[in-house]
T-cell receptor, first 114, second 113 residues
Framework: QKEVEQNSGPLSVPEGAIASLNCTYS??????FFWYRQYSGKSPELIMS????GDKEDGRFTAQLNKASQYVSLLIRDSQPSDSATYLCAVSQGLTGGGNKLTFGTGTQLKVEL | DTEVTQTPKHLVMGMTNKKSLKCEQHMGHRAMYWYKQKAKKPPELMFV???????INESVPSRFSPECPNSSLLNLHLHALQPEDSALYLC????????????FGQGTRLTVV
């Protein structure tokens, strides 16, 4: 079983619609969850972090976390063509020696169509 | 300011060459990371430095040698690489305590010929 799972897509949505991206994880003790956006050929960009159950909103983005179901989601409202990218779900594990290890899902490719 | 700077942006090297990748952050972060990303795959952790000490080596071959000269700098020394080592090499940093968000540099696109 993969530690972090995402549908690879592509997920196609029309401009102005809501895009819904989903992620499940296997380590029930995980505490920190992140969404990164990665444009083709570029590096991952952190867009949302969430640590507790419920919703967290930042502009057009809403992250949702349900630790009981081991489920994280990202909603993008009023999707724009510039949102077309691969979205990586990441789960953080604290390390005994310090720092954190991010385990990524395989990413969901989002295409926002005009 | 959430900037992590990596140099060079692109690197082509032969299998007998020695080269170094450099990474710098001025956010006061105490943890720094090297990740490797192959095409259409997620980033994979290679090394973690915490407070300038090597915390994790994810069984990376010895032809990759990390170095953390101070809390702002992280290097990756490359020697005798193979063509399959061609990838995007990403440096990241995080506060190290409390908040755990990691911020990535723009990466170095490495091609081994």
């Amino acid at each position: 079983q993969k530690e972090v799972e995402q549908n690879s897509g592509p997920l196609s949505v029309p401009e102005g619609a809501i895009a819904s991206l989903n992620c499940t994880y296997s380590d029930r003790g995980s505490q920190s969850f992140f969404w990164y956006r990665q444009y083709s050929g570029k590096s991952p960009e952190l867009i949302m972090s969430i640590y507790s159950n419920g919703d967290k909103e930042d502009g057009r983005f809403t992250a949702q976390l349900n630790k009981a179901s081991q489920y994280v989601s990202l909603l993008i409202r009023d999707s724009q063509p510039s949102d077309s990218a691969t979205y990586l779900c990441a789960v953080s594990q604290g390390l005994t020696g310090g720092g954190n290890k991010l385990t990524f899902g395989t990413g969901t490719q989002l295409k926002v169509e005009l | 300011d959430t900037e992590v700077t990596q140099t060079p942006k692109h690197l082509v090297m032969g299998m007998t060459n020695k080269k170094s990748l450099k990474c710098e952050q001025h956010m006061g972060h105490r943890a720094m990371y090297w990740y490797k990303q192959k095409a259409k795959k997620p980033p994979e952790l290679m090394f973690v430095y915490s407070y300038e000490k090597l915390s994790i080596n994810e069984s990376v071959p010895s032809r990759f040698s990390p170095e953390c000269p101070n809390s702002s700098l992280l290097n990756l020394h490359l020697h005798a690489l193979q063509p399959e080592d061609s990838a995007l090499y990403l440096c990241a940093s995080s506060p190290g305590t409390g908040r755990t968000e990691a911020f990535f540099g723009q990466g170095t696109r490495l091609t081994v010929v």
